[in-house]
């Protein structure tokens, strides 16, 4: 029973959660005519789609299902902004994983072996060549991988591109707009209900990230989404000194070595947006990062880097 004050409404497909993900979905679920509505219970792009890097790396993706999906959405972008009409700061930048010390070297290089196999153009530069590529890199640096299929893009900007398209398309984006049930019946979904509203619609997109195992308990779904923290430092703007996105070894191990990686440390990644600002962030797994870790990453820069002394 719905209580009197609730307004009631439809629509044919309501996507909860309004990340990269949920505006992605919602802008191509409303190219195909449906009413759709996104609710979204804090801002658009205030999660995890805007405390991220801006990495649209393929370099560093497992082959197979991971490498082919990452080579999918990176297609995408090639055009995205015309299509959206929006500027997030696209770039076919390349990518680079620096290789800090020797004994990092084996690993890399076998990577760098599957990745080309896999299709990724990929080589392994030595110390000269990945100092030339990236003058800041440090000269105790032992090597870097490169790619020029690695990308980058604004995350802050990205999914406002996508909200803004949705909204011209006729997606109805409701903010500070939480979804507290989903109403099932017969096994089949019904609506979505907020504090204030029941959208009754029969198709429910589940966009909530790390929250999306809660909202598939509202509809007795199992959904087994364990979230990993991630840390993202933004400096002040400074002038550009990073060119693309940077990656180091120990970043890729925490991906690739699950068991191994705490043994290899903690991972940097570098990028900088087009107003100035360094997007400093580390590998998932590990948590309560303290300066000197952070101050340890920045060995991989040449010290005489003022911009990157912390
Ligand atoms: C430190 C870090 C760095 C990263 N770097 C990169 C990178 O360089 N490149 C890359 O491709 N990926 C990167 N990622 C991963 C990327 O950020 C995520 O995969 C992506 O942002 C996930 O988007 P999402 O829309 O699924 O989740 P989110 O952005 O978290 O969106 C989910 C939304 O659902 C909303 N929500 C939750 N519950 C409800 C509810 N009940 N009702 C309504 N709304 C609800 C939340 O408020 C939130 O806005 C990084 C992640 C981290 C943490």
């Not at 197979?64 to 959405?73: D, H, I, M, N, T």
């Not at 890199?137 to 991988?145: A, F, P, W």
């Amino acid at each position: 029973m719905l209580r009197r004050d609730i307004f009631v409404t439809t629509a044919d497909a309501v996507v909860i959660g309004g990340g990269v993900i949920g505006t992605s979905i919602a802008y191509r679920l409303a190219e195909e005519n449906r009413k759709v509505i996104l609710i979204e219970k804090e801002e658009i792009g205030s999660k995890t789609s805007g405390s991220c890097d801006k990495a649209i790396f393929l370099q560093s993706k497992k082959p197979g299902f991971p490498s082919e999906l990452a080579k999918a959405s990176r297609a995408v972008y090639e055009n995205l902004e015309d299509e959206l009409d929006f500027s997030f700061e696209f770039k076919r930048g390349g990518g680079m994983i620096v290789v800090q010390s020797e004994k990092y070297l084996p690993f890399m290089e076998d990577f760098v072996e599957k990745q080309k196999q896999a299709g990724i153009d990929i080589q392994l530069l030595d110390k000269k060549e990945a100092i030339d590529q990236q003058p800041i890199l440090s000269k105790n640096i032992v090597g870097s991988t490169y790619s020029n299929e690695d990308a980058e893009v604004n995350p802050l900007l990205l999914s406002q591109a996508f909200a803004d398209a949705s909204r011209r398309k006729g997606v109805e984006i409701r903010t500070h707009t939480e979804a507290v049930d989903v109403s099932i019946e017969n096994g089949k979904v019904v609506g979505v209900k907020t504090a204030k509203e029941y959208i009754s619609t029969e198709i429910v997109v589940n966009a909530a990230g790390p929250f999306a195992p809660q909202i598939g308990d509202m509809a007795d779904v199992n959904t087994p989404i364990q979230p990993r923290r991630g840390v993202i430092l933004i400096s002040e703007k400074v002038t550009p000194v990073v060119k693309g996105n940077i990656l180091c070894s120990q970043y890729l191990a925490a991906k690739h070595l699950t068991e191994e990686a705490p043994a290899f440390g903690i991972g940097l990644s570098l990028g900088q947006t087009d107003d100035g600002n360094l997007l400093i962030g580390a590998s998932r797994e590990f948590k309560s990062l303290v300066l000197s870790q952070i101050t340890g990453w920045m060995t991989i820069f040449d010290n005489e880097v003022p911009h990157l002394a912390l």
